[in-house]
Every structure is written in C-alpha cells, then in structure tokens.
C-alpha cells in the first residue's frame, strides 16, 4: 500500500480523554476513532489488526475442533424470558422494539441464543460432543465507558459453547479449549497468566480467565512463585487467622459518642479493628441483608453475590431511612435483636470472640458480642476481599500483579440447558439436559493488551503476528529519482512475495515520516536514503532501532521471507 493515498490521520498531540497507552497510540496513531461515549469507528489501520487477531482465533479455534457460525446480534425477548435473564441482566442490556411492537435486544451475550439454536436440532448422544463459535459484536451500555476500547459499549469478541452428554465430557471440552487459547495468545505473543475466575451471573461452576499482564490493567491477579496458585482478588479464598477463642463475657451496651466508623470506635476503645465486627446492609428487590464481617477487612460483593446466585444489577445499598425503618440505625447497625432481615456471617466471625458491634441505637455499640449467644446467621466460608500480606490457600506467599482479561472459559453445567429445555436421548433413550461450557475472547480487548505490553515513548511496537503490515518502507526524499526507483522495486519485489508492506512516498519532511514510523509500530523498517545511488538502504526493527546498512538485495533474506 502506498501512504500519499493511505488514509492514516495521525496525531501530534495526546488526545486528553485518553487514559491508559493503548486508548491513546490507537487514537495518535490514526487507527480508531471515537463516535461517542464507548463506541468507536475502526480505521484502516486498526481494523487490519483486528482482522489479524479473528484470524488467529480462527486458527486456534479451528484447530481444536470448533466450528464457525454467524449468529444474529438482534435477539428476541423471548429467549430470555425462558432463561429468566431479561429482567435480570439489568440496565447494561440494549433493549430495542420493532415496527410490530415485539422486543429484542443487542446481544450482550449469547448462552441463550446458542442454546435454542441446538435444542430443537441435537436429539441424539450420537451427536455430542458439539463445539461451536463466532466472531461477532457485542453490545453493553457500560455505566461508564473508559480506557477506550477496553471497556467499550460496542465490542468484538469470539464466544464459543460446547455441548456435552456428561460432567467428563465437558472437562474434556474444558480442557481442550484451554489448550485452544493458550494456542492462540501463544501465537498473539501476548505475556498472560491463567487464572480462576469467577464466573458471576454468566456461569454456574468452574472458570478461569486469562489475563494479560498489565500495569494499568483494571483486574488484580493474585499468585504464588511457590505453586501453581492463581486467582483474580474477586476470587481469591482469603485464609485468615484469629486470635485463639476466650471465654465469652457478659455483652454490655456501652456509650460510643459519634464514634461511627471502625477507625473511630478502635481510637474511642483503644482496641485493635480486628476486635470489631463490620456490617454492612444491602436490599435486593425482595429481601434485606445485613453481612458481617470482621472489621479490619473488606467486603468482597462479588463473592456475596455469587454464593447467593444474585445478578450484580439487583443489589444496592439500603438507604440510611431503611436501615431505620429495620429498627437500626446508620453507623450503630447490629445483627442482634433484628427481624425482618437476613443476617449473612463470614465464618471468621464464628470464630471471633468478645468483639464489639453497634447496638442499633444512635451513639451506642455492644461489648463482648458472641456470635451463637448473642446473634446466629447463615454462614458464608468467605465473604473477604483478599489484601497484601494475605497467605495462599496452602500458606504461600502470595503476590499481587494487574492484567487485562482477554479470555474467560466457563463450565456452564445444565444452568442454561435447564431454564431452556434443551435435551438429549441417551444410549437408554432416556431424556438428558446438555451439559454446556462457554469460552470467550475479546478480541478488540486484546488490542489494547497487546499495546499495553508493547510500546515505548515514540509509539506502538507490534508484534509480527498481529502488525497490520510487516514492513514499511521510507523514500526520505519523495522525488529524488534514484530513492524512488529502489524503494518501488523493493515494494514490487516483497508485494510480489506475499509480503504486507507500505510504502512511505508521502510528500512530508523526512522527520514527520520517521515520527510516524515509530507512531504506528510497524515491525520491519526500510530507509531508502541518499545511498540509493549506490543500492545501499537502511534496515532497523521498530522494537530495536538499530540502523544497518545492507545491500538492498539482501532485503528479503533479511526479512526472513
């Protein structure tokens, strides 16, 4: 491609709404452009990298056993009326009605529309195991669109779903697409952990998620150099060590003045905040909840949700009159004495002795609270947010790094096979549900974690395998007879050899186009310059910059092609 004619508006300046590198060397490097808030147009350049991605998934995917449909965005009510998920998934979903007044919406997700697309044709085990995927935009009104187009409103992603006659044959499904994805971020050249995940109002069992190294990623991976352990801090079991059990003490209600937080009751009590118990009060639309945990750490909502089978969207904070209306009040809340409340215990708390809790009255707290004397709840193993200096789950130290989630694989079970009727005849033709994974990529996603990895001060640095060309050349001087002539023939030799290449022949000054090079990360670079005269020309790499001068001959050798 020839750039006098290449459309590839770059820019000089960093775009101010850009918040992380990858937001802002696509927006310089003239690759996307923003339409609104989360939705953004792909330009030439950013759209060959896109394209390079979906073909190496295909690739993986493919390899691996899948098989590529094409499924509508456009999904209609009813199916996920079935799944009970319309109401559930909540604002995020774009709903839209047609000419006949029937609703749809943009697909958020597709465990619905794979799973009635299967049931009315697999009736026989004689055709499982099935392994289908597509590559296909997917649509969030995203609460607040940021970093781009790592959380965009609009985004491409690759799902797949495998449907199983049995628990080991989805293991083996499983399996076999973690093998598919490592194949494929391999290949991407992307540095990632894999991770257990946690699979939320998606999933109903095991996942994992792959995540892509990163320091300004919005995910925390917790792992140990020690074993294999890793986990994302949403996940991530907390193992916590309390004081040995004393004897319990007679509850007394104590004066505690505008002592509200935990910080002010430890300075009014002079006790440590592992002496307290937090607790906080959240509402669905049919049920209260006051959660207990220990007072020095934090809740972890995820966890909450997830062992209670709550969709993120249907919980909220009480507000400070509901809490009074339970017979609490804001700052002084206790599980002790309520009704009309479902009192949920971290189990550290079983195991806390003579702690201290708000007494449900303004200005007072209790003293020497013990849980199963004093207050009895329904017990949760782990309710916490796990923090620095926290041990692994076999004592490991454990260390905390940020990434970018790139890949998620879930073992759906019969969740959805289930609410959706999905069925089977067995080897005794005896009716079965599928037994389902789901298996994600965000492709536009891993654009960004691909910049976020590779980069420097001047631009992007792509790897080979997802540049959107492989070599660009640069005529220095555009109209100089002999620096045309040699750069035309070497772009003629390496078009004629497959090679994806650009040619520089812009009328700009030799540093806006050196600018540029660096700015759009091209992985091969030649400078045809004042030596042309002689078939000499300058070859360098963007991730290393080392200018050598070679015989143009000895181009294609050099690039390995």
């Given amino acids: 491609m020839k750039m006098d004619k290449f459309y590839m508006p770059t820019l000089k300046e960093d775009p101010q709404d850009a918040e992380i590198a990858s937001h802002r060397l696509l927006l310089r490097a003239g690759m996307i452009r923003k339409s609104a808030s989360g939705i953004y147009s792909y330009l030439p350049l950013g759209y060959r990298v896109i394209r390079k991605i979906e073909n190496i998934v295909r690739e993986g995917m493919d390899k691996y056993g899948a098989q590529e449909v094409l499924m509508s965005a456009l999904q209609p009510q009813e199916i996920w009326e079935e799944s009970g998920r319309w109401s559930k998934f909540g604002e995020e979903m774009f709903r839209l009605k047609d000419r006949n007044n029937r609703e749809f919406c943009l697909g958020p997700t597709a465990e619905e529309y794979f799973t009635t697309l299967v049931r009315d044709e697999l009736k026989s085990y004689k055709q499982l195991p099935l392994n289908i995927y597509q590559i296909q935009t997917k649509y969030r009104d995203e609460k607040r669109p940021r970093f781009g187009i790592n959380r965009a409103r609009e985004f491409t992603m690759k799902d797949a779903y495998t449907f199983d006659k049995d628990q080991q044959g989805l293991e083996e499904s499983y399996q076999n697409m973690w093998d598919a994805y490592e194949y494929i971020f391999d290949k991407i050249g992307l540095d990632y952990r894999i991770v257990e995940g946690d699979s939320g109002i998606m999933g109903s069992g095991v996942s994992h998620e792959f995540i892509a190294m990163a320091e300004t990623g919005e995910g925390v991976v917790v792992y140990s150099d020690e074993t294999d352990y890793a986990a994302t801090d949403e996940k991530a079991k907390v193992t916590l060590s309390i004081s040995e059990k004393e004897d319990a003490l007679e509850l007394e209600l104590i004066d505690t003045p505008n002592a509200k937080t935990i910080e002010e009751l430890s300075q009014f009590t002079g006790e440590d905040k592992s002496k307290f118990a937090k607790v906080i009060a959240m509402k669905t639309e049919d049920e209260n909840f006051m959660i207990v945990i220990p007072g020095h750490r934090e809740l972890n909502i995820l966890k909450f949700l997830s062992h209670f089978k709550i969709a993120e969207n249907e919980i909220e904070m009480m507000t400070d009159d509901e809490i009074i209306a339970l017979g609490s009040h804001p700052g002084f809340m206790s599980p002790i004495g309520l009704k009309d409340v479902r009192v949920i215990v971290d189990e550290r708390i079983t195991q806390m002795s003579n702690f201290y809790t708000g007494a449900n009255q303004i200005d007072k707290h209790y003293k020497n609270v013990n849980y199963g004397r004093d207050f009895e709840g329904e017990v949760v193993e782990d309710l916490l947010m796990i923090e620095e200096g926290d041990k692994g789950p076999n004592g490991e130290e454990l260390k905390f790094a940020r990434g970018v989630e790139v890949g998620n694989i879930f073992q759906l079970g019969t ?65 100089d007879k002999d620096q045309e002539e040699l750069a035309n023939k070497i772009y003629e030799e390496l078009m004629d050899k497959g090679v994806e290449v650009l040619l520089d022949n812009r009328k700009e000054r030799p540093g806006v186009k050196f600018k540029d090079r660096d700015l759009i990360g091209i992985p091969h670079r030649i400078t045809v ?33």
């Fill in 529 to 561: 310059g004042r030596d042309a005269k002689d078939g000499l020309v300058e070859y360098s790499t963007r991730k290393e910059k080392e200018n050598i001068s070679i015989k143009y001959e000895e181009i294609i050798e050099k690039l390995n092609y």
């Fill in 415 to 479: 969740k959805y096979s289930e609410t959706l009727n999905a069925k089977f005849l067995d080897e005794n033709g005896k009716e079965q549900y599928f037994v389902m994974g789901s298996y994600g990529i965000g492709i536009t996603r891993t654009v960004t974690a691909v910049i976020e990895q590779n980069y420097d001060e001047d631009g992007i640095i792509w790897p080979e395998s997802i540049a959107p060309y492989k070599v660009i050349i640069t005529i220095v001087k555009t109209g």
